[in-house]
């Protein structure tokens, strides 16, 4: 499985657009980005994957750059609820889930 | 729709008990795994069901472990006995079928986890 680094924290305010970039350097041909959000005393919820360039759903947009090394997941106007952890998966196995750390983001008003 | 659900939410006993989880997974979704956080620790992957069967149970720690998924449907996870290093939250996820219109689906959906303590 390809290691993921991804900042451990971010602050934002509301209204603003939050940005987190996640390292993946090891990624491989067959692998996917994949992008979980978890609030607290709750299971994770799944936001958005992508293979290549640009994905964006309701949610959230995904960024990926030609050779992969990268993506960063993007937020639109956030608000106080969009406070959680974000995490970053990448992987080919959709029947394991492999998570880290995760980006704390904290949401100001 | 239903989500996924777990029982019971909150669990409290004293090593060496036993304890058995419950994970009703979302209709339909034949596809069932177990996660857990332990203490300061990740998420970590326990074992994949597809329907009744075990495909991956290659993240279960130890023999005190024991998944089951009788018919298909909801599934239980017993600890038998605990350990002090089996407290955590014990997540249950299900999953459609991970081609979806010719394309990948890494979409699980989580249940609000089993906060299981162990004393």
């Known amino acids: 499985l390809a290691k993921t680094t991804q900042p451990i924290s971010m602050d934002s305010y509301e209204g603003q657009e939050v940005n987190i970039t996640c390292s993946h350097n090891?990624?491989?041909?067959?692998?996917?980005i994949t992008w979980y959000q978890q609030f607290p005393s709750q299971g994770p919820r799944f936001i958005i994957q992508?293979?290549?360039t640009k994905v964006t759903n309701e949610v959230a947009s995904l960024f990926i750059p030609a050779d992969r090394k990268s993506s960063t997941l993007s937020l639109p106007r956030v608000s106080l609820s969009d406070t959680a952890v974000y995490y970053c998966l990448v992987g080919d196995d959709d029947y394991k889930l492999s998570f880290g750390a995760g980006t704390t983001v904290t949401v100001r008003a | 729709e239903a989500g996924v659900t777990q029982f019971p939410s909150h669990s409290v006993i004293e090593k060496g008990q036993t304890v058995t989880l419950r994970c009703d997974p979302i209709s339909g979704h034949d596809n069932l795994y177990w996660y857990r956080r332990v203490m300061g620790k990740e998420i970590k992957f326990l074992l994949h069901f597809v329907k009744e069967s075990k495909q991956d149970e290659s993240g279960m720690p130890n023999n005190r472990f024991l998944a089951e998924r009788t018919g298909g449907t909801y599934s239980t996870l017993k600890v038998q006995p605990a350990e002090l290093e089996d407290s955590g939250v014990y997540f249950c996820a299900s999953s459609q079928e991970p081609w979806t219109s010719g394309k990948r689906n890494y979409e699980q959906y989580f249940g609000p986890g089993t906060r299981l303590t162990v004393t």
């Open positions: 992508g293979y290549k």
């Open positions: 090891n990624i491989a041909t067959n692998d996917y």
